[in-house]
């Protein structure tokens, strides 16, 4: 992740879920006034210019950069769960590409992606980018990164760019990248998203969680993406200032399709089938916007 979800408009742009009642969210607010300020500190340090923290309490552990908002948390009970409602978000693309043999996850932060297929799907390989250092370091001393995952230091934009023609293709991309608190030029240049879908195998889907802080700034990330996949669709975190966009070369499933699919992959993932099947809005398709409407 480099660095993750930021504050957005005053308000961080996700929240958590307790560990004492998996799967049940509870608000911020209420977090940062209690767990938060009584968080244990287990390590203090910078990366990349930003001040980095990793607290824990109530059976919680996270990792903040730059003040006081969690970047990413873990269940002490079960380090493999997804905390964080963008990423479990995130997860709704199975249900477009269906159960991975391959991973590609863009900004791996403290492991949550590596930790929930290691443990969830052990045949599923998973290559992990991640340009700090002391992130990957910290996510091997507190975050129960696995040992079979050892992440590759380097820029995404970079690494994507660098990949040859025939290197291994992906049925999963992640994207989760931050640049301190603001997205990095690379999520607004086509030429990256181009870079993304070249990696996806057939029948693959692509994931990218983003914190706009203004619509335009959305518009203009999805200009540029769409100038790379076929077909688009955006599921707003709701309440949380995140907007996951998920894409692919194919058709993504219908509503009833990806509902049966998602009671399917909540048995085999042990992830709640509701997290797979957010609401999504589905952008016309390439051709539509070709073909334009009648005049």
């Not at 709704?92 to 043999?101: D, K, V």
């Not at 590759?152 to 970079?158: E, N, R, S």
């Not at 619509?215 to 077909?231: G, I, K, Y």
């Not at 309440?239 to 509503?255: D, I, M, Q, S």
């Amino acid at each position: 992740m480099g660095v993750t979800s930021r504050p957005a408009g005053g308000r961080h742009s996700t929240t958590p879920t307790t560990a004492a009642a998996p799967g049940a969210p509870f608000r911020l607010d209420a977090f940062l006034d209690g767990p938060a300020r009584q968080g244990r500190r287990l390590y203090r340090g910078r990366s990349a210019g930003h001040a980095v923290e990793v607290r824990e309490a109530d059976g919680l552990r996270w990792f903040s950069v730059g003040g006081r908002f969690p970047q990413s948390m873990m269940r002490l009970d079960d380090p493999a769960a997804v905390v964080m409602p963008n990423q479990l978000t995130m997860l709704s693309a199975l249900t477009w590409s269906g159960l991975p043999a391959r991973v590609l996850d863009l900004g791996a932060g403290c492991g949550t992606f590596e930790r929930f297929f290691a443990a969830r799907l052990p045949g599923c390989a998973v290559t992990a980018i991640e340009r700090s250092r002391a992130l990957v370091r910290l996510a091997r001393c507190h975050f129960a990164l696995p040992e079979t995952i050892e992440p590759l230091v380097a820029d995404a934009a970079t690494w994507l760019a660098d990949a040859a023609d025939d290197a291994p293709r992906f049925d999963l991309v992640l994207c989760d990248i931050f640049d301190g608190e603001h997205h990095p030029d690379c999520l607004f240049d086509a030429w990256f998203y181009a870079d993304c879908e070249r990696r996806l195998a057939r029948g693959g889907a692509f994931a990218l969680n983003v914190s706009p802080t203004a619509e335009d700034e959305l518009v203009e990330m999805l200009a540029a993406l769409r100038q790379a996949f076929a077909w688009v669709v955006l599921a707003p975190v709701v309440e949380h200032g995140n907007v996951v966009v998920l894409a692919g070369p194919r058709r993504p499933p219908g509503e009833r399709t990806r509902r049966g699919r998602a009671r399917a992959l909540a048995t085999t993932l042990a992830v709640d089938a509701g997290w797979l099947a957010p609401a999504w809005e589905r952008l016309p398709s390439r051709h539509q916007v070709r073909r334009g409407a009648p005049g």
